[in-house]
Each structure stands twice: as structure tokens, then as C-alpha cells.
């Protein structure tokens, strides 16, 4: 079975995330074996954020293996349609790509570390999302691919 | 106090969702009257989608009042940034427009008179959101829209 690794930032706060997460993880169960992986959010200096960022950036690094492929969710990265995150998502597998790993940053973002060792990056909007909606933004769209993948019916 | 109005299709079937939407609602109470009006989802067949399209629609339009200000999210509207949205709701609310009026469609989209009667399109994304998890997703733009307007600091 395909594995699909979620790094983020922090534990979610609101009871409304952890279910929905716990939903769309439940659903994703017939397709792929998906793992969140959440590192320990830095305290960060706001007169010097990269410092934080950097923290949180090494705390993602220790934990992915070398040759992991890497996908940053990134406001810089190239904004894409639900069909064709569906179909890198299929490239990747047919491939045999595994784990396939996404990553999600914290409150202020991603550390210059993680961009250079990302494989891909993508942007699910202009808008900013916090980034703990974006776990659940990032999980739908996975389950949405892997409907589109095997040609299932998906009413949005 | 700026009176908004969210317009949408269908009742929300996940409490988690449920639980997003009175969180989101509660945060806005400071900043505006929020009402969100459900209007009924029409049974599609789907080999004549206009006609539930057109259903859906007439029942958006016939709870709108003349010169009500429409803005449809809409996936070919125009894609904006959280900075973006909160300057137009500024500018609205500037001008002294109230209520400004949101519209979010069914599973199938909006329909063309929707589209006509529309003062505004904006996209939310590229990507395609179940109808359910956009109305999240617009509530809290138009909180972090509050926030930017305030000046407030909103860690996302």
C-alpha cells in the first residue's frame, strides 16, 4: 500500500481540525497509509523569526530519510488545479514513489533549509490559510486525487 | 454594525464543519452581523444539470433584495490574495454597502443568472473544495479580513 507521509507544525488546537483530520484520514485507509507526523513548534522571536523558522525546519529535516521525496505546501510554489495535484500524485506511484511526503509549515512559514531539499512545491491558494486548516485543506485534496484516480464519483 | 450575509446550498451534514462555522461566527460577532442562509439543494439528475443548477440559483435569488451586493465565490472568478479580499471588504464597507453579500453554490456550481446578477467573482483557489468545507474557508477569510482591517495580529 502506498505511503503517504504529512509533516507539520504543532499539534492542532480545535476539536473541529482533529476530526476532520480523523475523518478524511479514516476515508484515505482504502488507499493509502497516511502518517502525520507533527514536530514541536519553535517559540519564536518575532525581531528574528528566521531563527524560528529554522528551528522548525531542522525539527522536519531530522525526521525525513535520505532520497524521501518532498513536496512543500508554499505560497510560493506553483499554484495548481485538483486534477492535476491528482495526476503528479499518480505520477509519483507509478513510479513507485513511496512514501510520497508532503510537508506543511508553521505559523510563519518555511525555513530556506526545507525549500532546498524539497522535491516539488505547491501552492493551494493565493489566500493564506492557517496552517492548521491547511492539514485539512492538504488531506481532502489527497482523498479528492485518489477519487480522481480510480475513476470514483466525488460530489464537491 | 456591517451586516453580512452568506448565501449557500444544502445544510451541513458533518458536525465538525458545524462546529467550524459557529467558531468562526463567533469570532466575527465583533466585527459584524453574520447570517448565513441555506437555501435548498435541488435533486440534480445528472444528465440535466442546468435545470438543478437554475433551481439552486432561483432559490439564492429570490431570498436577494434589489441592489443587494453579490459576491460569488466562484471558480472563474478572479483569484485573490487574503490582503486583496480584505481591502475590497474594506472598500465596501467604506462605501457605506450593507449587506454585503457572499454566495457560495451547490455541488454543481452557480448558475448563469447567478453569475449575471453578481456585482463580484472571486475564486478561493485553483483547487476544487467540497462546497461544505469552502463556506469554512470563506468565514475565515473574511475573519482574517477583519483582523487585517483592525490591525490585529492574527498568527496563522
Sequence with gaps: MIKINIYCVGSLKEQYLKDAINEYKKRLSRYAKVEIIEVKEAKVDETNITKGLNEEGENILKRIKDGEYLILSDLHGKEITSEEFSKSLRELIDKGISPISYVIGGTYGLSNELRKRSNDKISLS?????HQMTRVILLEQIYRAFKI???ENYHH
Design 126 to 130: 493565493k489566500l493564506t490559510f492557517t
Design 149 to 151: 484516480i480510480n475513476n
